[in-house]
């Protein structure tokens, strides 16, 4: 189904879990990885009583100075070459209750152990991905604001007017979703086994090819046949503390995919675009992959590459892409790294850093500072096309 992940590393495995051994020594098991994912369009949906809405949307083309070739994409938002106009796109998020085998992984309801008591529902909407915080990228301050509006606007920085161009998240909250997991297709664990586990926590595991097709194939087309989603809005659905396996959820070498994005064609043609991801509390990825990490990498990608098939020259070798790649994938090149924390509401939040749009078609760059990167780790773009696979 040309499916791309995010995948996240476990920092590291077991900690405490020992595995029995002539010699009463602890064996570690090996290190895990989570990823994003994102796919392009696929599958039919019924776009139901708003057949006609789509997503706020402008086409680019530019040509690469890393190839000298034209390339040609569409992203969410209004275009920050030609305008400087103002876009909210329609957010629905919805939680999704895992219950695997009587364990509930549950994120409308407190957490003790690894969020001290707070609802990771809760924690999710007063983050900096729906509520303003501000942002300086490079000392330039970009705006008090969502984080991947404040990475639009940097993007484009030396384009858009700065004043006035913004691209936000209109949250909607959707009522939860309960899936119980067949024993087959879900596992868990203590997450205090982990090194970096929160003690007294949970991290749980699902097949992601059980999961997935839940969601694409039932829970997405309800929710349109009832007119609480449209292909012009976009619905998240979020899991708690859950990494999805590619393949049988005890098989931690499979682990982890943390979330992807990706699109169904609806039946007037329009793409219904909607995430699937992690909200992990426990801290079994490391920092890399708590909290709204993995939301600020899939988000982010979805603004910037919605079908997921906007194309670049070749890249890779760098973040989650050990080979090459050639989509405008902002969060891929940079998992793991991160943008300096951000607290609100007494909560500290970690977003993953992102890469700009002129790290993947050349220098000289147009965001803000002719950085490559919203963090400075990029300090010139991709480089040569890659070739190596």
Excluded at 378 to 389: E, L, S
Aim: negative net charge; contains cysteine; aromatic residues 10%.
């Amino acid at each position: 189904m040309n499916r791309k992940v995010l995948y996240l590393c476990f920092y590291a495995a077991f900690a405490s879990c020992v595995m029995a051994s002539a010699y009463g020594q602890q064996q570690r098991l090996p290190q895990m990885k989570v990823s994003f994912q994102s796919r392009s369009a696929h599958g039919t949906i019924s776009a139901g009583a708003d057949a006609a809405a789509q997503l706020p949307q402008f086409n680019y083309t530019v040509i690469s100075s890393r190839d000298g070739n034209s390339y040609s994409g569409v992203m969410v938002g209004d275009d920050p070459f030609t305008t400087s106009g103002s876009v909210n796109v329609p957010t629905e998020l919805v939680p999704v209750i895992l219950n695997i085998g009587g364990t509930v992984m549950d994120p409308t309801v407190p957490d003790t152990h690894c969020l001290g008591g707070r609802v990771p529902d809760t924690v999710i909407q007063q983050s900096p991905m729906f509520s303003a915080a501000k942002f300086v990228f490079g000392h330039t301050n970009v705006g008090t604001t969502q984080y991947i509006d404040a990475f639009q606007r940097a993007n484009f920085f030396a384009v858009e007017n700065r004043v006035s161009f913004h691209t936000t998240l209109g949250l909607n909250i959707l009522d939860p979703v309960l899936v119980n997991v067949p024993a087959a297709d879900g596992a868990t664990f203590a997450s205090g086994l982990f090194v970096g586990g929160c003690p007294g926590g949970v991290f749980a595991t699902v097949d992601i090819n059980f999961f997935a097709p839940l969601v694409e194939g039932q829970i997405l087309p309800s929710l349109v046949a009832q007119g609480k989603v449209n292909p012009g809005t976009f619905p998240i659905f979020v899991i708690y503390s859950t990494g999805m396996t590619v393949g049988p959820p005890g098989n931690l070498k499979k682990c982890c995919v943390g979330g992807f994005h990706s699109a169904l064609l609806a039946s007037n043609g329009a793409a219904q675009t909607f995430s699937i991801l992690d909200f992990d509390a426990t801290g079994v990825f490391g920092e890399g992959g708590l909290d709204t990490a993995i939301m600020s990498h899939e988000v982010g990608e979805w603004m910037d590459d919605p079908i997921g098939n906007n194309p670049t020259p070749a890249w890779g070798h760098t973040g989650q892409v050990g080979g090459c790649q050639n989509n405008l994938e902002v969060g891929d090149p940079l998992t793991g790294n991160l943008v300096p924390n951000v607290t609100l509401n007494g909560f500290t939040y970690h977003l993953q850093e992102l890469a700009f749009f002129s790290w993947f078609y050349g220098a000289p760059s147009i965001a803000v500072n002719g950085m490559f990167s919203d963090n400075g780790t990029f300090t010139g773009d991709a480089g040569p096309v890659c070739t190596t696979k």
